[in-house]
């Protein structure tokens, strides 16, 4: 039977576009299943990026992971300030899809995305979109990001503010953290601290720690990152764990190799 395009869930021809909406994007980063794990409702996207800041950067996410985690997660690309998300209309094409089979025939979808705005300010996440479809649409090009020389893919920092003047409650768990770590590599024949750094920040020791979790696959750096995100949540007064599922990515960082807070290697 032949193909019919099957017109779009609302009319657009009334659309404004909002100051930050570009007709076109250069160097889109497509994040796809290739990057992706899942486990229990937390997501690895293990694309290392390098963050130049006051940059804005722009994703096409052609896998499902659910969007509230990208408005809210730190985690993603926690350095970012602004970046713009540009997210097929899912829902739109399953109608679509739902509604060929159920006629017999093909139905041919109208591009349609929606794109979101996403900045971080003060703490707070403001969001913004729009809903464009067919001809509507921005075009862009993609580009696959790569990890200059010299640098570090950091999968988790662990920072600590002073020991003293006041101190970091952080430094009080130092201890379990180390139990953790142990019981981790042991239940999950992983080693986890290998490539692990620390940076000194400060006079009053503090300092950072950097998980690079080298030759680990990607479902085995999302199950420590899930764990480790989960054991650092800790709700003090009840001494139980409190479970959320997070999105984590790693980002590029500069290896300092010089000076008062260059980075070392831990045993």
């Known amino acids: ?22 007709e076109y994007y250069g160097q889109v980063v497509m994040i796809d299943n290739e990057f992706v794990t899942q486990k229990n ?6 694309l290392p990026l390098q963050i130049v800041p006051d ?3 722009v994703f096409f996410l052609s896998t ?5 985690l990208l408005k809210r997660s730190t985690e993603f690309y926690p350095d970012l300030q602004h970046f713009v998300l540009i997210v097929p209309d899912w829902k739109y094409y399953d109608e679509v899809a739902k509604e060929a089979t159920k006629n017999g025939m093909c139905m041919e979808p109208v591009t349609t995305n929606f794109y979101y705005s996403i900045k971080r300010e003060d703490g707070a996440v403001k969001v913004d979109s729009i809903r464009l479809s067919g001809e509507e649409n921005a075009r862009f090009d993609f580009v696959k990001p790569i990890s200059p020389k010299g640098m570090l893919t950091v999968y988790r920092r662990e920072s600590y503010g002073s020991v003293c003047c006041p101190r970091d409650p952080k430094w009080d768990n130092v201890d379990k953290d180390e139990l ?3 019981e981790f590599e042991r239940r999950s024949h992983l080693n ?9 920040e400060g006079k009053e020791g503090e300092k950072s720690v ?7 696959s990607s479902a085995q750096r999302l199950e420590f990152l899930a764990d480790k995100y989960t054991e650092w949540g800790v709700n003090k007064d009840m001494e139980a764990k409190t ?11 500069p290896m300092v190799t010089e000076g008062f807070n260059k980075m070392k290697e831990l045993p």
């Open 1 to 22: 039977m032949a193909a019919h395009q099957p017109i779009p869930p609302y009319s657009l021809a009334d659309t404004v576009k909002p100051d930050w909406y570009r």
């Open 41 to 46: 409702g937390s997501y690895l996207i293990d």
């Open 55 to 57: 940059s804005t950067y």
């Open 64 to 68: 499902r992971i659910p969007l509230e």
């Open 180 to 182: 953790f770590i142990r």
């Open 192 to 200: 986890v601290t290998r490539g692990r750094y620390v940076q000194m």
């Open 210 to 216: 950097y998980y690079t979790l080298p030759g680990l």
């Open 243 to 253: 479970f959320m599922p997070k999105l984590f990515t790693p980002q590029i960082v």
